[in-house]
C-alpha cells in the first residue's frame, strides 16, 4: 500500500525557514512526477507549490519562486520542500503528492504556520 508520510512543519516568524520532508513507502519518487501543495483553510482549494518530474526537472508556483526549493534524494526515497524567507501568506497545510499510472497520492499533510 502506497504511503506517503510528511513532518517538518511547525510555527516560524517572518523571515524563518522550513525544511518538510516526505517519506514514500511502496512508491520511488524518482521515477514519478512529484509535487507539494498547500490548502489555506479548509474551504481553499488545494495549491500547487512546487513540482519535479522523474528527470529532475522543476516547476514553481509564482508566489514562492526564488524562496522554496524542492528536491529529493533517492537513495533514501525522500521528498524535500526547502522554504525559506517565509511570509504570513505561506501559512497553511502542506501536502505531499505523487502520481502514478494516472493514480494520486496523497499524505495527511503538515501544518506551517508562519506568525510574529
Known amino acids: 500500500q502506497v504511503q506517503l508520510v510528511e513532518s517538518g512543519g511547525g510555527t516560524v516568524r517572518p523571515g524563518g525557514s522550513l525544511r518538510l520532508s516526505c517519506v514514500g513507502s511502496?512508491?520511488?519518487?524518482?521515477?514519478?512526477?512529484a509535487s507539494w501543495y498547500r490548502q489555506q483553510t479548509p474551504e481553499s482549494e488545494r495549491e500547487l507549490v512546487a513540482r519535479i518530474r522523474s528527470g529532475g526537472g522543476t516547476r514553481y508556483a509564482d508566489s514562492v519562486k526564488g524562496r522554496f526549493t524542492i528536491s529529493r534524494d533517492d537513495a533514501k526515497n525522500i521528498l524535500y520542500l526547502e522554504m525559506n524567507n517565509l511570509k504570513a501568506d505561506d501559512t497553511a497545510v502542506y501536502y505531499c503528492?505523487?502520481?502514478?499510472?494516472?493514480?494520486?497520492?496523497w499524505g495527511q499533510g503538515t501544518q506551517v504556520t508562519v506568525s510574529s
Open positions: 511502496m512508491i520511488t519518487f524518482n521515477l514519478n512526477t
Open positions: 503528492h505523487i502520481i502514478r499510472n494516472y493514480v494520486n497520492y
